[in-house]
């Protein structure tokens, strides 16, 4: 196995403070032995617990007396939510595989580092000092040519020379109030796909997406919601997440979102981040509908460790290369604007003033509602209260706007010469310069037939 044969200091042979471990293996025999080794004081490694199962392993985390945890792959219920708790209560991970197949499982759920279960003590201390010098954290998931998720952890040999995929992500955001962030996402992406340029529409939305009702599709089952399952239980890869989507013309695919909001805990931060990162390798431009809450309060609310409602924004986000705030061009719109774009900066911290990094767009800009020029008193507005500039802003159009939700059609199949149309048009060729008119053929992979787009109306749920 490719991670069992990394070699690991082993042992602090100074008399260096003792490193506390918890272990979680499902062969008794194994651990015992394992165990046993571990008490030669050289190795420095202290068992503060040995967990029977997956349950037990979370809590003791969670009571902060142990740096590190050993957890064999064949543990009942172990996946990559689990290891994100593990990493949340700063508890770093060394896995013991059985198998190749146990190593890959691993590898796919974040283990940064993996040993076989006939490893000597020494070689497993080793791995654990290593693992806890490094801190808790999920190794990042790559997709290699074949398709499948591999290791881009520091401590083994990067196996793919791009881990993020090439593809852009753009998150598309506002405030509460529909000020026409799906409006936003769909027409940039109608606009892209017309052009040549890949592009995937993922509905991030945990309050209730509506990007699969305004396309017209029958989808029963939220592409979002399987995705992240599959890469919870660490089976994603580029080809299932292709099989995840709808195709929506020739260069457009969708995963579609939650039409029932009661279903937010399916999304994830630990499988989003998973998604995200595939996503790129799926298409050049990634467009992401999220939601319009920032907030983190649920810490106030349990206890212990939560799912978080707004961790699906967040997260994406946090993953864009670019984020486009988008407000309604009117009072009530730019005051909810310009009173949250201070929390989407906090969100980034120093990258949010970054050149490019977070661009403003008022929706449906119009005459008559603000006095004089509209649209620079909406840059004035916001140069004074937000030191933001307006990047672009997308006239209204009701017409176009009735023609294309109406129908459950793309503007370009429904407003084909429509001024919103030339609006999106112009807001991508300043957001995303197209890499080739002509995808590359690693993105055109194998998966389950695409869902049938199915046009009329469409149930509620």
């Known amino acids: 196995m490719s991670g069992s044969s990394t070699a690991f200091d082993d042992g602090p042979g100074d008399g260096s403070s003792l490193l506390t471990v918890l272990t979680a293996v499902a062969a008794p025999s194994v651990e015992a032995q394992l165990v046993a080794g571990f008490a030669v004081p050289d190795l420095g490694i202290l068992v503060v617990r040995r967990c029977v199962d997956l349950v037990e392993l979370l809590a003791a985390a969670a009571t902060g007396t142990a740096r590190a945890a050993l957890v064999s792959a064949d543990l009942r219920g172990l996946d990559r939510e689990s290891l994100a708790q593990l990493a949340s209560c700063g508890v770093a991970l060394v896995g013991l595989a059985p198998d190749e197949q146990g190593e890959r499982l691993l590898h796919q759920l974040g283990a940064g580092f993996v040993v076989a279960a006939g490893a000597p003590a020494e070689q497993v201390a080793g791995a654990l000092r290593a693992a806890a010098a490094v801190g808790p954290g999920l190794a990042s998931m790559t997709a ?15 196996e793919s020379p791009d881990p993020h995929g090439s593809g852009t992500l753009l998150a598309v955001w506002g405030p509460a109030g529909a000020p026409g962030r799906t409006t936003v996402a769909l027409g940039l ?48 890869d580029v080809a299932r997440l292709a099989g995840c989507c709808q195709t929506v013309g020739r260069e457009l695919r969708v995963l579609t979102g939650l039409r029932d909001p009661r279903r937010w805990p399916e999304l994830r931060a630990s499988a989003l981040d998973v998604v995200f990162s595939l996503s790129r390798w799926l298409a050049d431009v990634v467009i992401v509908d999220c939601g319009f809450s920032m907030e983190e309060d649920e810490d106030l609310a349990y206890d212990t ?5 707004n961790a699906a924004t967040l997260t994406a986000l946090r993953a864009a290369d670019r984020v486009l705030a988008v407000g309604s061009a009117d009072p009530v719109g730019l005051s909810r604007l310009i009173r949250d774009l201070p929390k989407l900066a906090a969100a980034f911290g120093d990258e949010a003033h970054a050149p490019g990094r977070v661009l403003v767009v008022a929706n449906r800009l119009r005459d008559g509602l603000l006095p004089g020029n509209p649209r620079r008193q909406i840059d004035d507005a916001l140069a004074r209260h937000a030191e933001w500039p307006v990047f672009a802003a997308i006239c209204v159009d009701p017409t176009a706007a009735d023609a294309a939700h109406g129908h459950g059609q793309l503007l370009s199949e429904a407003a084909p010469v429509s001024a919103l149309r030339v609006a999106f048009a112009g807001l991508a060729d300043a957001v995303v310069v197209p890499p080739s008119a002509s995808p590359d053929a690693r993105r055109r992979l194998p998966g389950r037939r695409p869902g049938r787009r199915r046009r009329g109306s469409v149930p509620a749920g």
Request: aromatic fraction near 2%.
């Open 189 to 236: 992406a109608d606009a892209l796909a017309v052009r040549g340029v890949s592009t995937l529409v993922i509905d991030a939305d945990p309050y209730g997406g509506s990007v699969a009702t305004l396309l017209g599709l029958l989808d029963e089952a939220p592409g979002l919601a399987a995705a992240c399952r599959a890469a919870n239980a660490g089976v994603l």
């Open 144 to 158: 290699s040519a074949g398709g499948t998720l591999t290791r881009s952890d520091a401590a083994l040999a990067a």
């Open 305 to 309: 460790a939560a799912p978080r409602r």
